[in-house]
């Protein structure tokens, strides 16, 4: 079976078969832009159901997985936003915490949480380049048509990013 969908199949074949090859890495790439493993799998599963829906729209069904990439990172920027929203109104509403969870204590102790936590403080633009191109593992091309913008942007927003991190990352 080929990686891509042959233009030949219906959309009950060729979501089926994207499903089945690249879902995980689809819920992996959602988490780490999200940190919420939960919401990440509803926003992938959204997508592969719009694919789906909109399979005999598509000019080039070769572009599929380009398409739920890009779909499963405006789904991550939608909900970041509305996340945001919901935090703002909360934070207004009741007295700051000071007392950190026990769940945020024991994952400080790890170097990957350090890692994510250090990864999750950069701008949203270069968290989107460094966890494509680093977890994902994506070309420059592919990154730049996932985050709708040019190569030079993706560049850019990867070299702020790494010169973000490595301070903390020699720290380690």
């Not at 398409?67 to 509305?82: F, I, T």
């Not at 966890?131 to 091309?141: G, I, M, N, Q, T």
């Amino acid at each position: 079976m080929a990686e891509r969908p042959s233009i030949e199949w219906d959309a009950d074949q060729a979501v089926t078969h994207l499903f089945g090859a690249h879902y995980r890495a689809m819920v992996r790439l959602a988490s780490l832009l999200l940190h919420e493993r939960g919401i990440a799998e509803e926003i992938v599963q959204d997508a592969y159901v719009r694919l789906h829906a909109r399979w005999h729209k598509l000019r080039d069904p070769d572009k599929a997985l380009a398409y739920l990439r890009v779909a499963v990172v405006n789904g991550c920027r939608s909900a970041l936003r509305h996340r945001r929203v919901v935090d703002a109104h909360l934070a207004a509403s009741r007295p700051p915490m000071d007392v950190p969870s026990a769940e945020s204590g024991a994952l400080d102790l790890l170097t990957q949480a350090a890692v994510v936590d250090a990864i999750r403080r950069l701008p949203t633009r270069q968290r989107e380049a460094i966890v494509l191109r680093y977890y994902v593992d994506l070309s420059e091309a592919e990154i730049a048509e996932a985050m709708g913008v040019s190569r030079g942007a993706v560049k850019s927003h990867a070299a702020r990013a790494v010169a973000a991190l490595r301070p903390i990352l020699e720290r380690l």
